[in-house]
DNA sequence: TTGTATGCGTTATCAC
DNA sequence: GTGATAACGCATACAA
């Protein structure tokens, strides 16, 4: 680090020290005083008033390492997540930030990039700067179970968003999968569809298994077949946008077979933005000639075009009940708490936009072309 | 905080006191050891490697705050971003991690909302924080001059990304938005389109001026007319999608007003997306009866329907370059640099997709109609 | 080759 | 009402 001229190291500001020095009060008044301490009851009005006035002339702030050192209290909060260009994370961000700014607490977020290493890399920095708790915004991508169980070595209080541990003391909040996936096949169903293709989720990840659960419920129970052609699965690679890709070639793929289906049921809502865009590539419209639903209610889904129906994850939500439930448990210190390694389900909530639609239509569809031409 | 049964603090972990008297050697040696320190190389390879067992064995881990009290150094650096929900700030985000990831530095990152009382909060929580450089990354959107200036008062290298201050010695990272505009207008004009409109930005907002300077300067150069007409625009209100619906309601309006244009050209990508989706609405189709222009590149240009033309900022370059400047300045050790106070201005990039076209070619798409039907 | 002493900026406890 | 002192965990100059 560089020393200036006048011998001052540029890391130093003005301190405690300088205040007293300046006001003629000792450090330990001082801190007495704009900490607002309870003993600060018994200090002058004039001195207080006169501290103040130094402290804000010399433009005098705490510092931060000094303090938490002393107290032993970072209020920090740690939030890991892996793709911060995800949508997905995004709001789930979102919805922490706002529940953490009433509080004490500062989030300290990092982004793992997807990578186990950087994964660990920062974990440990985290953990370096004792953060106080710890959330884990996993978007539906992978960090192997061993990797995430290492959190629970540390004794940070720690919860994952949109995500869940199959087994394990770590407590978790995400969407009802299996509700949706229920819903969403049903949604598709009320509309007439039986002949429906679907891109299902990753086998190897647990909430996709879940959700595809709710659409085999759903499908049992009103006796809708699902020939093999028409269920296609994603790989789940961890580039972004590759599930757009990934939907689009699959649809096509499906459609080259037989294109005889009427609505398509996506993973997300990027994998619907490309089984639409190989869908109008195949010259079909949607959601005339075929309908499609998403899954997540990524931001851009209501500007797309069409718009897209799609079944809602209460992202905002999920983020504000992580640091709620964080708050918690930080507070009964540290303990293992009663509701630790709970998990919290929300409900789904199926939006319904323009890429679905009543089948059939086409009359419809042919009166307004014609007319337009 | 609560103080557990074992007498322990919960925020307490193991200290290199504990390795100390673990290992038998005093915490100096410890430190030097686990430091790598040059001195290091004076002591016995074994006494190494019995400390660096014993400091595994009981996880200890260094705290930051008595390292960076001690150093007088945070290794951090700020990262003040609007709002994180906007696909702009997200690239630039994803550069500016990436590039410190082969630093010392750890980002800290935080979320204004748009909100004034929020930046500043955040902000002297930073300067507690030491931040050894602040970057600010600013979406088209506000915080006004006084509040930026206000930055330069803390001894703290700052850069500017993605917007310039008009004066002041505050760094900014941007591209170069004149020729932006005018690259845009170029393109438009070179298929063919004589009739467009615009969707300006916010007049106050000086990159949005200079963006439209561009424009002006092209439609000089060729002597295109602009009536007034079909210049609109955007009030800026700091909602996110807020352009959208701006950029909606706006065509719709020149729309029903006179829907003679065959081109528009839109302040930004969300704009565009709005304007799509005007023209749908009232029985247009893009491009092949209008084209649309966006601006900026946002990672869903290419996912929507039709895919967006537009002109890209570099935006994860623009991130990358601004923690090179950061890194520098802090180098220089917070002297006033040679370069302090300049202005990268990156260029943009064309990037021609689906949504804009040759003018008037009708007869191909009746063809294409009428053959689907 | 290793240990001792000191101080970073803060706050809590106690003494005056 | 206010000030002196110690301690938080660490790194370093210096002593041994």
Redesign the pocket.
Known sequence: MAIRKDGQNSF?RT???DVARES??????I?IV??E?P?SR???AK?KEHIREVAKRLDYR??AF??S????RSHTIGVMIFDISDPFCTLILQGIEKSLHSTEFLPFIVDAHNQREQFERYLAMLLEYRVEGLIVVANWLFIDIETLSELERHRVPTVLVGSEMRSGPLGSVLVNNEQGGYLALQHLHSLGHRKIAFIRGPRQLWDSSRRWDGVLRFAAEVGLKMPKKWVVELTGSSESNSSFDEGRSLTSTMLQNDAGFTALLAFDDLTAFGAVRALRDFGRSVPEDCSVLGFDDVPHAALFNPSLSTVRQPMERMGSIAVGRILNEIQQGGEVAPGKGRVDLLPPELVQRESTGAIHPTSKILARKIGKI
């Open positions: 130093s301190t405690l020290a003629g009060f000792s450090p330990s008044t801190s704009l900490n301490a003993i018994y200090v002058a001195t705490p510092d000094g303090r050192l002393r107290k032993r």
